[in-house]
C-alpha cells in the first residue's frame, strides 16, 4: 500500500486500550484522562477483522501499543490471533514492564517477535517521581527475567527528560554492555503534556555518551520496523540507538499508520486526520467499505510532523500519546 505522496505503508501501531497502569509526567496527567467507554473499544475481532483488510493492502508489521497494552485482558491471545493474519510477518509489542514478569512467557509462547520495555531511569526514587507509581521493582523483574530466559529479542525505550547524568541515562545504556539488549532514545515530542519538557537534542545526548563511553560508531544490523539509526559502542554486545523526530526529521520516509483503541485509523503522529473506521463497524459495514475508507485516508496521508510550530495550527491532534498510541 502507497499513500498519496508514494511512501509505502507497511506498518500499524494497534493501541489496545488507553488505560495505564503508570502516570508518566510527560504522558498522562497524575489524574488520568477520562477512559474511552468500553463499549468504544474494538473488540478482538474487530482489531482482527481491520487487521486482515491491512494485511491484505499490504501492512506486514504490527506493534501493539497502548495506553498499557499488558493491562488488555487477553492480550496473549489478540498476539497469537494476529500472529495468525494471513500477510502479517511481525508482531511486537511495546510495553511500561509492569506486568512483564507475569506475562513473558505467554508473549513468547504466543509467538511475539519483540518485545521493547519503555524504562527512563533505573533509580527507583527518580522512576517513582517520572511515573508517579512505585513500580520499578517489578519491571526491574520483569526485564531480569526477560533477559535470563532470552526468548525474544529485546529492546529498551528511554526517553531523555532532564539533564542525562540526572536521570542516570549511563546506567539504563549499561544495560547493553553484557547482554544483547538494545537501548534507544527517544527524543521528546511535543505531543500532549510531552510539549512541557525540555528537549534534550541527539546531538547532545551523543556527545555526553561519547564523552564517557568512547566512539558510537553507526551500524545497520539491528532488524527493526522504523526510524531508528543504531551505534555500536565497543566492548557492548547490544546497540545504542536514537529515534529523533524532532531534530532528525523522518516523515519522508514514514511506513506507518496507527489505530487506536476506538477504531479511527490515523495517519500522522501530529494531525487529527484518517479515517473513523468503528462507525462503519458498528453500522454493520462490509470489508469493501472499511478499504474504500482506508485508502481515501492513506491518500490524505499529511507531508509531515510541524514540531517545530509553537502555535496551535488546523487540524493540529489535542490527545495525548496515552491516547494515540505512542
Ligand atoms: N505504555 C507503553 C509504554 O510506555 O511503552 C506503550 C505506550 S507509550 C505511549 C509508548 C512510548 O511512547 C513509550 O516509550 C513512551 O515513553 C513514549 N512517549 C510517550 N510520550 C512521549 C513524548 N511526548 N515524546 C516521545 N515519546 C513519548
Ligand atoms: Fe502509560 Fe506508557 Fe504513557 Fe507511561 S508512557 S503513562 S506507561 S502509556
Not at 518485545?115 to 526514587?125: E, G, N, R
Not at 475508507?293 to 492513506?298: E, N, P, S, T, V
Amino acid at each position: 500500500m502507497t499513500d498519496g505522496l508514494g511512501r509505502t505503508i507497511d506498518y500499524v501501531r494497534i493501541s489496545v486500550t488507553d488505560r495505564c497502569n503508570l502516570r508518566c509526567a510527560y504522558c498522562m496527567p497524575e489524574e488520568g484522562v477520562p477512559c474511552i467507554p468500553h463499549s468504544q473499544i474494538l473488540r478482538f475481532e474487530e482489531i482482527l477483522r481491520i487487521c486482515r483488510i491491512l494485511a491484505r493492502n499490504g501492512i506486514r508489521k504490527v506493534k501493539l501499543t497502548g495506553g498499557e497494552p499488558l493491562v488488555r485482558r487477553g492480550i496473549l491471545d489478540l498476539t497469537a490471533a494476529l500472529k495468525a493474519v494471513p500477510g502479517i510477518e511481525n508482531v511486537t509489542i511495546t510495553t511500561n514492564g509492569v506486568l512483564l514478569e507475569e506475562l513473558y512467557d505467554g508473549l513468547a509462547d504466543a509467538g511475539i517477535d519483540a518485545i521493547t520495555v519503555s524504562l527512563d531511569t533505573l533509580d527507583p526514587k527518580l522512576y517513582q517521581a517520572i511515573t508517579r507509581r512505585d513500580e520499578a521493582d517489578r519491571v526491574r523483574r520483569g526485564l531480569e527475567q526477560a533477559i535470563q530466559k532470552g526468548r525474544v529479542p529485546l529492546k529498551i525505550n528511554c526517553v531523555p527528560l532532564m539533564d542525562a547524568e540526572r536521570q542516570g541515562l549511563l546506567e539504563v545504556v549499561e544495560l547493553a554492555r553484557a547482554q544483547k539488549v538494545h537501548v534507544r532514545f527517544i527524543e521528546m515530542m511535543p505531543i500532549g503534556l510531552g510539549a512541557g519538557f525540555p528537549l534534550l537534542r541527539e546531538e547532545e545526548l551523543r556527545g555526553f555518551l561519547e564523552s564517557r563511553l568512547g566512539p558510537l560508531t553507526p551500524c545497520a544490523d539491528v532488524p527493526g520496523n522504523g526510524p531508528c539509526r543504531y551505534f555500536a559502542v565497543e566492548g557492548f554486545q547490544g546497540r545504542l540507538g536514537f529515534i529523533s523526530a524532532v531534530s532528525h526529521r523522518f516523515c519522508e520516509t514514514c511506513n506507518r499508520i496507527r489505530l487506536t483503541s476506538d477504531g479511527y485509523l490515523k495517519t500522522c503522529l501530529q494531525y487529527d486526520c484518517g479515517a473513523a473506521l468503528k462507525p462503519v463497524l458498528e453500522a454493520g459495514g462490509t470489508d469493501e467499505e472499511l478499504e474504500a475508507r482506508i485508502r481515501q485516508a492513506l491518500a490524505d496521508k499529511p507531508k509531515g510532523h510541524e514540531f517545530g510550530k509553537a502555535a496551535p495550527f488546523a487540524g493540529r491532534e489535542e490527545k495525548g500519546m496515552s491516547q494515540i498510541g505512542g
